[in-house]
C-alpha cells in the first residue's frame, strides 16, 4: 500500500528545484539504463549486460528505434569482466544501438527527445518518470513498478500512468539526516516498533 503522506513533498520540490514534467508524447530513441553489473541487492544476481542482451532481443520484436544503453557507473568493476562480453555483442549484432558509461553523459542529456526508459530495478528510472518519460521495469522489487508503462510489448503504445501519488511514493521512502535527527523520520516510523521482552 502507498504512503499518502504528502506532506514532505512542496518542501522537497522546493528544496531540490523538481518538477514532474507531463507526460512525453513524441519522442526518437528508448533509453536502456542499467543497474550496477552483478553485485548490489537490487541486481538479484543478473549480470546488467546479460539484461541488456536479452532486454533488447524481446524490443527488437516490437520496435527498430535506437536504442541508448547508459551503464551504472561501478560498471567497470573488475568482476563484471566476462559480462562485458555481453555489450560487446550487443554492438556488434543490433543495428542502431549506442553506449554511453555513467560520467560520460547527463542522464538528462540521455533523456532528451526519448521515447521510453527501460530499467531493471534502477532507480534512475525515476529521473525519466520526472521528466515525463515512460518507464518499462522488467523485474517485481522494482520500487516504482506501479508506475511501469506496461509489458515491453507495449513500447511503442506506453500505458499511461497516473503519477499523482509517484512523488508522494518516492519522498515517503527517503530520509535526510535532518530528517533523523529532528525526530522526524522517529516520528513516522515509530508506530511500527515493537518492544520485545
Known sequence: MLDEDTSRNDKIMKDLNLTIKPWRKEGKHICLFL????GGFSTFGKPSYEWAK?????????????????SHRHADEH???????????ILKTFKNV????????DIRDDLKNAWACIVYTSTSGAGALMEGVPVFITHPACFYRLFSAGQLSDIENPIIQ??????????NAHWSLDDMSS?????KFKRYHVIQS
Open 35 to 38: 543497474n550496477r553489473g552483478i
Open 54 to 70: 536479452e532486454t533488447i532481443e524481446e524490443i527488437r520484436k516490437y520496435s527498430d528505434r535506437p536504442i541508448l544503453i547508459r
Open 79 to 89: 568482476s563484471i569482466k566476462e559480462d562485458k562480453k555481453n555489450l560487446e555483442h
Open 98 to 105: 549506442t553506449h554511453t558509461a555513467f560520467g560520460e553523459t
Open 162 to 171: 497516473n503519477r499523482d501519488i509517484f512523488l508522494t511514493h518516492y519522498v
Open 183 to 187: 525526530g522526524l523520520f522517529w516520528d
